[in-house]
């Protein structure tokens, strides 16, 4: 099987840009997560999707936003970017996204704002 | 609100030496999971070891087991025989097993390990 898949690796932008960022989840799972992880930060829990809906929410502003589509693709969408915006996005997946689930991490695509 | 600290930033192995990672946890949830991940240089976070805390027991998994004091909230990792491929950040992270679901990890801010050849 394959695993996560996390599209761009590398990305670019500059302020007041906006960003949309791709993840291909190991094919069977439904439960697709997404984190942020800066040095000063560490990783923190940006939100996760179900079956194409929204099931838990971390601490982040509004202009990070995210979907999912009906084969459990998902995009994040980062709108007026900040420059506190630069750090490595990472997504997981799991089959139903329970706490017992083992999860699969994606290599990541790191964002830097300019 | 749970928390994670991982007190050690850095810390150096020889190899095939064994080597401790300290993590402690915050929480006021009776039952709840906790987990050593791993992050090479290729960023890819992959999962080293598992334990639930209703379990008494240890949990191992080959060179690398935990020592989990409920009581104390802490969650050691031991890594033995260490090898050069076990170079990478360690991470323990904590998920409570009510309310929540598998990616709604808190994670600690992360322990550098070396290993020396």
């Known amino acids: 099987k394959a695993g996560v898949t996390q599209t761009p690796r590398y990305l670019i932008k500059t302020r007041g840009q906006q960003v949309t960022l791709s993840c291909s989840p190991i094919s069977g799972h439904r439960s697709v997560s997404w984190y942020q992880q800066t040095p000063g930060q560490g990783l923190q829990f940006l939100f996760e999707y179900f079956s194409e809906t929204q099931r838990n929410k971390g601490n982040f502003p509004g202009r990070f936003s995210g979907r999912q589509f009906s084969n459990s693709r998902s995009e994040m969408n980062v709108s007026t970017l900040e420059l506190g915006d630069s750090a490595l996005y990472l997504c997981?997946?799991?089959?139903?996204?329970?706490?017992?689930?083992?999860?699969?991490f994606g290599s990541g695509t790191q964002l830097s704002v300019l | 609100a749970q928390t994670v600290t991982q007190s050690q930033p850095e810390m150096s192995v020889q190899e095939a030496e064994t080597v401790t990672l300290s993590c402690t946890y915050d929480t006021s949830e009776s039952d709840y999971y906790l987990f050593w991940y791993k992050q090479p240089p290729s960023r890819q976070m992959i999962l080293v070891i598992r334990?639930?805390?209703?379990?008494?027991q240890n949990a191992t998994e080959n060179r690398f087991s935990v020592n989990f004091q409920k009581a104390a909230k802490s969650f050691s990792l031991k890594i033995s025989d260490s090898q050069l491929g076990d170079a990478a950040m360690y991470f323990c992270?904590?998920?409570?097993?009510?309310?929540?679901?598998?990616?709604?990890?808190?994670f600690g801010k992360g322990t550098k390990l070396s290993v020396k050849p």
């Open positions: 997981a997946s799991s089959v139903f996204g329970q706490v017992n689930e083992k999860l699969f």
């Open positions: 992270a904590y998920n409570g097993a009510y309310g929540g679901s598998q990616g709604n990890l808190i």
């Open positions: 334990q639930e805390a209703y379990k008494q």
